[in-house]
């Protein structure tokens, strides 16, 4: 356990769906990356600043990759990077659907089996907040979290935001850093990823 996280925790569901599955590979004491690339480098996976991806965490297999994304400094121990609020995000990158269409935060909930407390869909991202499950897949969680979904280029990109209980992340501010990360990530997955190369 980090820093009151528990990162043998992590969970997240498919794309969309609303199965919870543990999360294996990479090697236990990688340094912390500060993008990994996913499905052959059509999606790269990227934090807010100060938020980086945590190695062990990543999981590629045909039709599905998964990344979780937290603070650099706390992956590294404190070694490296700026205070930031705690928070584990995560990445799902789905198999290439010509014509899927993003989901609506309602749909969304309703794949989940929780309640939407909020939503919205903004900029081609559709945002859901939901009113409980964050605090059974983080530790000392709040119930409350974010998913958002958003398209690049040809696959569905789910992402989702778990913070500790009565962080301003469980309420709105969730949703802007999820904005900012699906930004920065956007902006990423459209050059060849520099600091991980693997598939």
Do not use: K
């Not at 190695?55 to 990077?81: H, K, Q």
């Not at 609506?104 to 794949?111: E, G, I, L, R, T």
Request: charged letters at 15%; a negative charge.
């Amino acid at each position: 356990m980090r820093h009151g996280l528990s990162f043998a925790a992590y969970a997240v569901a498919g794309v969309l769906s609303g199965c919870v599955a543990p999360v294996a590979g990479g090697s236990a004491g990688s340094a912390p990356l500060a993008r990994a690339a996913l499905v052959s480098g059509d999606v790269v996976a990227i934090g807010p600043e100060g938020y980086c991806v945590d190695p062990v965490t990543l999981a590629r297999r045909p039709g599905r990759n998964f990344a979780v994304v937290a603070s650099c400094r706390i992956l590294s121990d404190g070694e490296t990077g700026p205070m930031v609020e705690p928070a584990v995000m995560t990445v799902t990158v789905g198999p290439r659907q010509a014509t899927a269409a993003l989901p609506s935060p309602a749909v969304m909930a309703a794949q989940a089996g929780q309640r939407l407390i909020g939503g919205r869909e903004q900029d081609g991202v559709a945002l859901a907040h939901l009113a409980s499950g964050g605090d059974a897949v983080l530790e000392a969680g709040d119930p409350r979290y974010w998913r958002a979904v958003y398209r690049q280029g040809s696959r569905l990109v789910a992402l989702a935001l778990y913070a500790p209980e009565g962080s301003p992340l469980a309420e709105e501010a969730g949703a802007e850093m999820l904005l900012q990360m699906q930004d920065r990530m956007a902006a990423a997955s459209a050059a060849p990823a520099e600091a991980d190369a693997g598939n």
